[in-house]
Every structure is written in C-alpha cells, then in structure tokens.
C-alpha cells in the first residue's frame, strides 16, 4: 500500500468522524455479515475468569467537568519516542481496552487531547486533533524505516468521554521521496508492538469469542492482502492482523507470524452495540466488508483449534480456497 493511499484512506475516516459529529447517525446495520457473538460456549471450552484479567482503572484526579484545556509540555523528538515506547510495552500498567491510560467510557476527552500533546513532535498532532476526538499520526523511526502508530479517538455524542480509541500500525521504508514500500516481520516493529502479536494476546485474554477472516484478491496485479481479526466484545477489545496474501494452487493463505496490528478498543458496557459504535465512528471495521467470514466457514477450523494453534509460537500460515473470496 502507498503512503499515498493511506494517506488518502484516513482523511476520509477523518471526513466521515466530522460529518458524524455534526449530523445524527443513522446506521444501516440490516445484512451485516459479521454475526453478533453469542453468549453460548462452544462445547469442551472455558473462558478465563474475568478476574483474571481485571482492568487496573488509574484514578482520574478532578471530575469532567472541572476539567480544562492546559496540555503537558511538547516533548523534544527523543522523548516522545521514549513516551510512546512505553506506552506500546507497558500500557502504564493497565490492560486493555485500556490504552496508554485512557479508558473507553470513562476517561474525558480532554484528558485525552491533553496528554496526546506530548507527542506533537513526532505527529502531524495540530492538523487532525482536537478535544472531542481525531486523528494522531504519529511516526517512530529506527534506522531506515518508520513505524507508523496511527491513534484514532471517538468521543460520545456529548463529546465528554472517549468512546473509541482505535490504533493501526505499520511499517514503512522509503523508496524514493513520494513512495515507501512496506516492511513485515522488521525487528524493530516486533520489538515495539510485541505485546499486540496474535500469540501475546490469544495467551493474555483467552480464546476469543468470534474470528472472521478476509482475503482481498484483484485481478489487476495490485498487492494481495490477508486479516484475521479477534472479536472479544465483552471485553471491549477488537485486534485485527493484516499480511500479505500468499496462493497456492487453489488455496490463498496468510501468515499471522508477518503482520501489522490493528486495535479497536471499547468500554465493555458497549457489548450489545459495538457493531453500531464501530460502524459509525471507524470505516475500517470489518462490518464494512460483506465478505468478512467467520473462520469456521473459511478455514474449516473451529475457534479452540485456532485458540490451541496460534496461543504458542508458532509460522504456522491459515490457508483457505481462493474461490470464496470476490476478486475486485
């Protein structure tokens, strides 16, 4: 993919974000393909116990409403990188869908903006932010490529507290200036983002409640693409991983072991209506696909085979038969 046409791609979230703040939403959520998760477990499976995976809720010092505009100190480039860094690997020591201390549904919006201040020295922070939500790009070089750590934020239609904080990631080596290429499995990227692999999160949060694959096939010589996504609505947390699509014969494939990462995260309260939170605020979530497929169906494979599999280390790729995919 392009710098160009991602480019063009989050401009047009931002587009749609605005347009939703402005005008009631009014969402179509009839023939959706992604299923809402049932509560019923599949037989022979059991879920952790939610304690196990409790949620530390840093303690917000003043209340909404007393809260005002009075950002932290524009960090010179180092340290931002260090800032972010540590937010990716140490989550200021809360779980998701807790994010870098921000919570979903309770943490204001303003606190948000004012911390995403600090990282101005390496985000493009001024253009595409504000206090009731945006977008924050923000780029973490190493060496001769750039990690690219997009923040998007969604705030209730009160525009007080965070409804959605989103994050997708990548890696980038330029080519020449105007194009870049991008970079799976680069070291630096794994040891950034390690924390988000599929095996990290399938061993902290458990098996997931759904999984839905995609395969973007052309007919037009344009680079392939493979996602596997984890839905764990109870817990507010959506993780998607994109690859690149490899074909065999008749199969088309995708190896979990060489992806980007891709974060929805929500307050857990919001199980019932994630698909309609999720729809309106996010033009990237799955719902969006009407070939998004539920693993059983694309891979013949149940979620505690996929849970066993990929909860260990393992280069293992998920193939699928390429005609059930659409070409474009």
């Given at each position: 993919?392009?710098?160009?046409?991602?480019?063009?791609?989050?401009?047009?979230?931002?587009?749609?974000?605005?347009?939703?703040?402005?005008?009631?939403?009014?969402?179509?959520?009839?023939?959706?393909?992604?299923?809402?998760?049932?509560?019923?477990?599949?037989?022979?499976?059991?879920?952790?116990?939610?304690?196990?995976?409790?949620?530390?809720?840093?303690?917000?010092?003043?209340?909404?409403?007393?809260?005002?505009?009075?950002?932290?100190?524009?960090?010179p480039a180092e340290e931002a990188?260090?800032?972010?860094?540590?937010?990716?690997?140490?989550?200021?020591?809360?779980?998701?869908?807790?994010?870098?201390?921000?919570?979903?549904?309770?943490?204001?919006?303003?606190?948000?903006?004012?911390?995403?201040?600090?990282?101005?020295?390496?985000?493009?922070?001024?253009?595409?932010?504000?206090?009731?939500?945006?977008?924050?790009?923000?780029?973490?070089?190493?060496?001769?490529?750039?990690?690219?750590?997009?923040?998007?934020?969604?705030?209730?239609?009160?525009?007080?507290?965070?409804q959605v904080v989103s994050i997708?990631?990548?890696?980038?080596?330029?080519?020449?200036?105007?194009?870049?290429?991008?970079?799976?499995?680069?070291?630096?990227?794994?040891?950034?983002?390690g924390d988000y692999t599929l095996?990290?999160?399938?061993?902290?949060?458990?098996?997931?409640?759904?999984?839905?694959?995609?395969?973007?096939?052309?007919?037009?010589?344009?680079?392939?693409?493979?996602?596997?996504?984890?839905?764990?609505?109870?817990?507010?947390?959506?993780?998607?991983?994109?690859?690149?699509?490899?074909?065999?014969?008749?199969?088309?494939?995708?190896?979990?072991?060489?992806?980007?990462?891709?974060?929805?995260?929500?307050?857990?309260?919001?199980?019932?209506?994630?698909?309609?939170?999720?729809?309106?605020?996010?033009?990237?979530?799955?719902?969006?696909?009407?070939?998004?497929?539920?693993?059983?169906?694309?891979?013949?494979?149940?979620?505690?085979?996929?849970?066993?599999?990929?909860?260990?280390?393992?280069?293992?790729?998920?193939?699928?038969?390429?005609?059930?995919?659409?070409?474009?």
């Amino acid at each position: 993919m392009s710098r160009l046409s991602s480019f063009t791609t989050y401009l047009a979230s931002i587009f749609i974000f605005v347009l939703s703040a402005c005008a009631p939403s009014q969402i179509e959520t009839e023939g959706i393909p992604v299923r809402t998760p049932s509560a019923t477990l599949m037989p022979g499976l059991t879920l952790p116990e939610k304690t196990e995976f409790a949620v530390n809720t840093p303690t917000l010092l003043l209340p909404t409403s007393s809260l005002t505009f009075t950002p932290v100190p524009t960090l010179p480039a180092e340290e931002a990188s260090s800032l972010l860094a540590n937010w990716l690997q140490n989550n200021n020591e809360c779980q998701l869908p807790c994010w870098g201390g921000l919570i979903p549904g309770e943490s204001p919006s303003l606190e948000a903006y004012n911390k995403l201040t600090a990282l101005s020295s390496i985000a493009d922070f001024l253009k595409y932010i504000h206090p009731s939500g945006g977008w924050v790009p923000v780029t973490y070089p190493s060496g001769d490529l750039e990690i690219r750590i997009d923040v998007m934020l969604h705030s209730k239609a009160d525009k007080r507290t965070i409804q959605v904080v989103s994050i997708s990631t990548r890696t980038l080596r330029e080519l020449e200036p105007g194009s870049s290429e991008e970079v799976y499995d680069a070291p630096a990227y794994n040891e950034l983002l390690g924390d988000y692999t599929l095996k990290s999160i399938l061993s902290k949060y458990g098996p997931p409640t759904e999984v839905l694959v995609r395969a973007d096939i052309f007919t037009t010589g344009t680079q392939e693409t493979f996602s596997i996504t984890l839905l764990y609505p109870e817990r507010g947390i959506f993780v998607r991983y994109n690859m690149l699509a490899e074909r065999m014969d008749d199969q088309i494939y995708g190896c979990p072991s060489h992806s980007f990462v891709d974060l929805w995260l929500l307050s857990p309260e919001d199980v019932d209506i994630y698909q309609e939170i999720l729809l309106s605020s996010n033009v990237h979530w799955e719902g969006n696909w009407s070939y998004t497929t539920p693993i059983q169906e694309a891979a013949s494979m149940t979620i505690v085979d996929f849970y066993r599999i990929y909860k260990e280390p393992t280069n293992m790729c998920l193939e699928t038969p390429l005609n059930i995919w659409p070409d474009h």
